[in-house]
């Protein structure tokens, strides 16, 4: 078993682990067990992204734009080249940034991300990569697109404040003009814009009541019939388009740009499936695995493309369930430290290792 190698992707627990520290637990399980650790920092687009990336970047700078309650955040960018950046729009207009107490998609906005995209151009950049994960906001990308130009106005004309709310008082909204980047917008959701697998889905762990939730989706139903003549119901209906609030849908038709599952994208950059081969199984953790794990999440792809390749699969979650069969599962027990982390991972590996 000393010899065998163990491909290990690690990903951020939510609010409990980053992700470089879920994979010094794993690593050291991986060890205990008698195996060799392969360690991929792993990411769908939502937390952890640039720590994903952080060994291919080539420099970072550091940027002041509007929060998600239009006070100044700074917000991170990793450049992949000179002229190829990434980032998070959870930096920008993430849950993480508004206190508790004041959460509510209702009054969030994305103009930070237009903010950023705009200097990262001046900067440089001709194509920007936005991860879509853990945002606090379900504005469908129209504040982002004030930064373009877009204004949006209310039945007397006036210009409608910077919020998710102000969706619904739409009346007509001016033309801005296309950022002067290419946008990627990396997904970790496969969910349309509208209907009742839309952004709707996301809206309670954004702070909104199901009462908000109905008269934000009014909104994005105003935004899109609005725009109905330039082609937006086609694009709303896109996989990723309800991602981070709609922004998904923003960044097709505010930015011009493409939508990609995030967790392919990061996998691919890592050479994942080159790594699979010769391995003698593949371990990924999560804090939370459910059905939409398997739906644009990285363990989802993960466990898809290691079945693929006949790759044994063990996963590690405290909470699990609609494991796909044949996987090995530890899980149970509460919140990990890293230490439990640690221990679930060699009791996986000596099971997996040790299966027919």
């Given at each position: 078993m000393a010899t065998e190698r163990v491909l290990v992707v690690a990903q951020a627990f939510k609010e409990t682990l980053s992700a470089a520290e879920v994979a010094s637990a794993i690593a050291a399980g991986v060890e205990d067990a008698g195996a060799r650790p392969d360690v991929i920092l792993g990411s769908d687009g939502g937390d952890g992204l640039l720590e994903a990336v952080a060994p291919r970047l080539?420099?970072?700078?550091?940027?002041?734009?509007?929060?998600?309650?239009?006070?100044?955040?700074?917000?991170?960018?990793?450049?992949?080249?000179?002229?190829?950046?990434?980032?998070?729009?959870?930096?920008?207009?993430?849950?993480?940034l508004v206190p508790p107490g004041r959460r509510n998609p209702r009054r969030t906005t994305t103009r930070g991300v237009g903010e950023l995209v705009l200097e990262l151009s001046r900067l440089g950049a001709r194509r920007v990569l936005i991860g879509l994960g853990g945002s606090a906001t379900m504005d469908g990308g129209l504040g982002m697109a004030r930064a373009f130009g877009w204004v949006?106005?209310?039945?007397?004309?006036?210009?409608?404040?910077?919020?998710?709310?102000?969706?619904?008082?739409?009346?007509?909204?001016?033309?801005?003009?296309?950022?002067?980047?290419?946008?990627?917008?990396l997904v970790d959701v496969l969910n349309p814009l509208l209907g009742a697998e839309g952004a709707a889905v996301y809206a309670s762990q954004k702070g909104a009541s199901a009462e908000d939730t109905v008269r934000l989706m009014k909104g994005l139903e105003r935004l899109v019939a609005l725009l109905a003549d330039r082609g937006a119901r086609e694009l709303a209906e896109r996989p990723g388009a309800g991602a981070a609030g709609g922004l998904g849908f923003g960044i097709l038709f505010f930015g011009s740009g493409e939508l990609q599952p995030g967790a392919r994208w990061v996998l691919d950059l890592a050479r994942f499936d080159e790594r699979l081969k010769g391995a003698a199984m593949v371990l990924v953790a999560e804090g939370a695995f459910d059905r939409t794990s398997l739906y644009g999440k990285l363990t989802g792809e993960v466990i898809g493309r290691a079945r693929c390749a006949g790759v044994p699969m063990a996963l590690l979650a405290p909470r699990a369930e609609f494991v796909p069969e044949g996987v090995v599962v530890e899980s149970g027990g509460g919140r990990w430290d890293g230490q439990e982390l640690r221990r679930r991972a060699a009791a996986a590996v000596s099971r997996g290792l040790s299966s027919p």
């Open positions: 080539v420099k970072t700078t550091r940027h002041a734009v509007s929060g998600p309650l239009g006070d100044p955040v700074e917000a991170v960018a990793g450049w992949l080249s000179e002229d190829e950046a990434v980032v998070e729009s959870r930096l920008v207009c993430g849950l993480s949006p106005r209310g039945v007397s004309g006036e210009v409608l404040p910077d919020c998710g709310d102000s969706l619904a008082e739409l009346e007509a909204i001016d033309g801005g003009e296309k950022p002067p980047v290419s946008l990627t917008g």
